[in-house]
């Protein structure tokens, strides 16, 4: 028997991986350090293993780049080689974002982050799926089956806040996949969870994917000017925003479980949101709230050259 058969055998901690965890304040790390307090064996992956120092002895690190077919196919093998081919929970966290109208987008900018937030999740469920299988139906210790579970971080950006066009239709798209995936997946024993996400204190705002194209519409001169209105009034409700530890430690209570929720809410206004923003929308109420919190007032009418 092989060291490692025999370290899998030995090893009886449920296993979790989780993607996008570069970062050693952000969701990811959080969230990983949140499962081993639980008792969890936790794979975090980062494309620069070396931006995860802060978690090693903790969690076992490995080099993952979301968009690269080897590069899944070779974490799926790690992951499996050390486990013997089971894995209890995979949290789809890895994600971009960058502001930008809607018109000044670059086209090639757009399908590199649908890329990223879309169809990379679905690629690694692809890929990690026998594991997952294997692990929601295996009898535990007790006696009982307890499913696989996959969270897949959708936002309250579904919403639609002004300037984030891209993001917003990528988790849009994200949370429609990821309920239909729950449908489709239940009989295979595995719980896929949409985790709408409110405002957390991350680095997403600052570490800005690059959107905008270098030759813009030309309709929004002043974007930089209603940007930093934007940011700075994240600023001041910044005391009202969830921290990435709290946020980690009430996401790991709600999906740790048995049976956990299809869909659940965590992070400052998620759940307000998801009663409030439907009955706004209703009315014809939603516009108006965002054209207030986005400045639109500050866009500058078009100068129509009549002649």
């Known amino acids: 028997m092989s060291s490692t058969t025999l370290e899998t055998k030995l090893d009886n901690?449920?296993?979790a991986l989780i993607t996008g965890c570069s970062s050693p304040t952000g969701i990811g790390a959080q969230t990983a350090l949140a499962l081993v307090e639980r008792g969890y064996r936790v794979f975090v992956t980062a494309r620069k293993v070396e931006t995860m120092s802060q978690l090693e002895?903790?969690?076992?690190?490995?080099?993952?780049?979301?968009?690269?077919?080897?590069?899944?196919?070779?974490?799926?093998?790690?992951?499996?080689?050390?486990?013997?081919?089971?894995?209890?929970?995979?949290?789809?966290?890895?994600?971009?974002?960058?502001?930008?109208?809607?018109?000044?987008?670059?086209?090639?900018?757009?399908?590199?982050?649908?890329?990223?937030?879309?169809?990379?999740?679905?690629?690694?469920?692809q890929a990690l799926a026998p594991l997952l299988i294997k692990s929601g139906n295996e009898t535990q210790s007790n006696g009982k089956i307890r499913k696989s579970v996959i969270v897949n971080m959708g936002s309250l950006v579904v919403w639609n806040p002004a300037w984030s066009s891209?993001?917003?239709?990528?988790?849009?798209?994200?949370?429609?996949?990821?309920?239909?995936?729950?449908?489709?997946?239940?009989?295979?024993?595995?719980?896929?969870?949409?985790?709408?996400?409110?405002?957390?204190?991350?680095?997403i705002i600052s570490h800005v994917f690059p959107i905008r194209?270098?030759?813009?519409?030309?309709?929004?001169?002043?974007?930089?000017?209603?940007?930093?209105?934007?940011?700075?009034?994240?600023?001041?409700g910044a005391k009202y925003i969830t921290t990435p530890k709290d946020f980690a430690s009430s996401l790991v209570s709600k999906i740790d479980k048995f049976e956990p929720r299809g869909k659940i809410w965590v992070g400052s206004f998620s759940n307000l949101f998801s009663w409030i923003m439907p009955l706004l929308d209703k009315f014809g109420l939603k516009d108006k709230l965002w054209k207030s919190q986005n400045f639109i007032s500050l866009v500058e009418k078009p100068k129509i050259n009549k002649d």
């Open 13 to 15: 901690r449920r296993t």
């Open 57 to 125: 002895g903790r969690c076992e690190l490995l080099r993952l780049d979301v968009n690269d077919e080897k590069s899944r196919v070779e974490v799926v093998r790690q992951v499996s080689e050390r486990t013997g081919g089971k894995l209890d929970l995979l949290i789809n966290n890895a994600a971009v974002n960058g502001p930008s109208p809607a018109l000044d987008m670059s086209i090639d900018r757009f399908r590199e982050l649908l890329e990223t937030n879309v169809v990379s999740p679905l690629a690694l469920i």
């Open 166 to 203: 891209a993001y917003n239709a990528s988790k849009a798209a994200l949370e429609s996949l990821t309920d239909t995936m729950r449908i489709e997946m239940e009989n295979l024993n595995i719980k896929v969870v949409n985790c709408e996400t409110g405002i957390v204190a991350t680095e």
């Open 213 to 236: 194209s270098s030759t813009p519409s030309g309709y929004y001169d002043n974007f930089d000017l209603i940007q930093s209105k934007v940011l700075d009034q994240v600023k001041i």
